[in-house]
């Protein structure tokens, strides 16, 4: 964080915001005002650079075609490889998870090159689609609660040796593995398959990104009513019987 405060970037609304991913930046944005927090944010389409002085970047999920666009013009750009370099925080999403990878199939059924910012590759599951409420448990060394979200994916995704499961999966598929993970993570990346938007069903999750960008333990407190009514309406709905 600057003197001139926090800086999120949200990165190509234009091809990466299905399922309403762009919640995840007014999320953010939100709870870091509520703390009163110095907060600007950047929303940058895919014909700008990407800046590389950002605190917190969040990239959502897409289609096929634009997420091999958003591949090649962030590979082309390399701004965001240069911000995760000088330790900035990074949450992705679905197509957004897939990109920063070592590599995912593209809307060609070819093999397109990710950024490698996370160990993980990603594959076309040959199955049906993983659709529906995903209820998990979270990597207990981040130290938060379950993770609700919703899943629309084809894709599975696979973790090398560097990659940490993001969370466990009680309820839905997650990475489509069979093993029972769901996303990955690193100290600063993280990817995940889940919607909602994912950060208004897990308000703890925008916290902590939020602490490692200011490089503290805890925040202040703010009021979670709404968020605990979101969480505790989701939860029942993925745990009630089909």
Known sequence: MSNNGLRLVWV?????????????????ERRARQRGLDVSRVDVRSDQPIPTSGDIYLI??????????AAERLRRDGGLSRAASN?????????????LGHEFINDLGEREPGLGLLDVVSTRGEGERC????????????????????????????LGPTARPFARTRIGRGNGTG????GAYNDTVFGTYMHGPVLARNPLIADHLLKLALDVNALPPCDDRWYEALRAER????????
């Open 60 to 69: 959502g999920g897409g289609e096929d075609r634009p997420q091999r666009l």
């Open 12 to 28: 190509y609304p234009d091809l990466l915001s299905t399922y309403g991913d762009q919640g995840n930046a007014l999320v953010v």
């Open 235 to 242: 939860i029942a709905a993925a745990t009630q019987p089909a």
């Open 87 to 99: 330790g900035a925080i990074i949450f992705s999403v679905c197509a957004g998870y897939q990109i």
């Open 179 to 182: 093993d029972g993970t769901e």
């Open 131 to 158: 659709v529906g409420d995903v209820l998990g448990d979270l990597d207990p060394a981040l130290g938060l609660p379950p993770l609700t979200g919703f899943e629309n994916h084809q894709g599975v995704t696979h």
